[in-house]
């Protein structure tokens, strides 16, 4: 399989595609539509190369300096690269009311310090 994706990405020169079918092995099944490739796999080849090695190493810089044989500065630079590359799962914090409520679930505030802390916030 990594020949195919080599290859595949080979032919594709490094700019973004989608995938149309899948066809899953062994079976009868092939799903059709527009697939939008992980953002791992959008990555070039020597990219993923990389972050498989990083993986591999334990994210270990002295590890991956003596495999790639370069500098700390370059691997801590190609690993900045890398991450602006890579989207990442923004998480949003929990509105103010949800920590009043959850005080007083677990018996830390009144109902009433609840309710006045709940009207100072709006």
């Known amino acids: 399989m990594a ?6 990405s080979r032919l594709t020169l ?3 595609f989608t995938i149309e079918k899948v066809h899953l092995t062994g079976e009868e099944i092939s799903i059709e539509g ?3 490739l992980p953002p791992l796999a959008r990555l070039s080849m020597e990219d993923q190369v990389f972050v498989a090695a990083f993986v591999r190493y334990h994210g270990s810089i002295k590890e991956m ?3 790639f044989g370069v500098s700390y500065p370059t691997i801590k630079n ?3 690269r890398i991450a602006e590359q890579l989207e990442f799962v923004k998480i949003m914090s929990a509105p103010p009311q949800n920590d009043v409520l959850s005080s007083l679930d677990r018996g830390e505030i009144t ?3 609840a309710l006045e802390q709940l009207k100072k916030q709006s």
């Open 34 to 36: 527009s697939f939008e």
């Open 78 to 80: 190609r690993l900045n």
């Open 111 to 113: 109902v009433e310090e």
């Open 3 to 8: 020949k195919e994706w080599q290859e595949l």
């Open 14 to 16: 490094g700019k973004p």
């Open 65 to 67: 300096e003596g495999l």
